[in-house]
């Protein structure tokens, strides 16, 4: 997975200040160390977002203009367990023979586990995986190249231990202070079946709201990157936390040439079910922006920029960079909409509306 082309999996993130200055120094006082020296330990350490054999990090290796980009390597040399399982049975039968034994102990087992692997181990390729993240130095925001909860929090831990900074989380929770000036719990929860509420989830209620804008039109202005428009396709996923709610607690709706017009959708609809997954496409004149939007998670899998026009390497860097924010600051001129939808004095006619559409929405 590369940043630099194709598709791609990423977490935004926002820095709450400055890269230090030193922080060149700071990534390589903590680079991954050698292949040669991988052992059964797992062995965690940065190197540059160039590749994972690259443990030099200097400011060639890993600055883009005004871009960084860097990879938190994992390693670690181990005997596949099938094969480690035959050689100890091996070496346990050589033993009982030399012994006159039955049975081989719990305490020799175990030091003839560690002899094959003294003497085996170095022979076997190390396992070799990165978490790759680039760092927008000009806006402060950090792209991490994973949905994964896990890798998040491995990467966010070192990255933190390594700079003294701690990412905040583009999501509802920051988009909602710094946009609308509260707390995110001071927006109320969106009924889609009047009476039938849920778990408050901002983040469901969101992206189901972007599949109502999408519908009815509603696009959303961005004052330096002007206006954007919306589009939700399938496949969806639907949830709904509410204990009371008929159906199954999640259904996805995959197939057909229209999952937003099928049968399953309504369904889900008419009972309050929100979606929690779905792709999107975000639009600005002929760009497009393309991913699967997973809501719970904030984070955009299958990434597909729009086309570029530079050729050179640093130059497509920075262009995906700029493209990356314009994505973020459209997803964040929608979050507005909603968000003062929500809170202005014309709410209860803005929900009744969105009522009348999932009450209404067509199926086949």
Known sequence: MSFERGTFAVTIFELPDKLPDDYIERFAARKAGTLDSVTDELQVGWVSGRHLLENNITEETISAGIGCRVTLRKAVRKIPASLLNAMCSREELIWMRANESDFVPSRVKKELKEEILEKNLQKFPPAVSGIPAVIDMATDTLYICTGSTAQLDEFLMEFNETLHLDPVPFAPA??????????VGDIPSLELVKGALDEPNVNRDFLTALWYFNETGRTAKHPEFGEF???????LVFANDEDGCNGAAEISVKNGENPLRSAEAKAALSVGKKLRKAKISLVRGDEVWSCVFDADKFNFSGMKLPEGEKLDQDS????????????????????RLYAEMMLGVNREKEVAAIQRWAAEHDGV
Do not use: H, N, Q, W
């Open 174 to 183: 920051g988009m909602t202070e710094e946009l609308a000036g509260c707390s």
């Open 229 to 235: 428009e919306i589009a939700v396709d399938g496949p």
């Open 316 to 335: 497509v860097f920075g262009e995906r960079l700029l493209s990356c924010y314009i994505f973020k600051s459209g997803i964040a001129a929608f979050f």
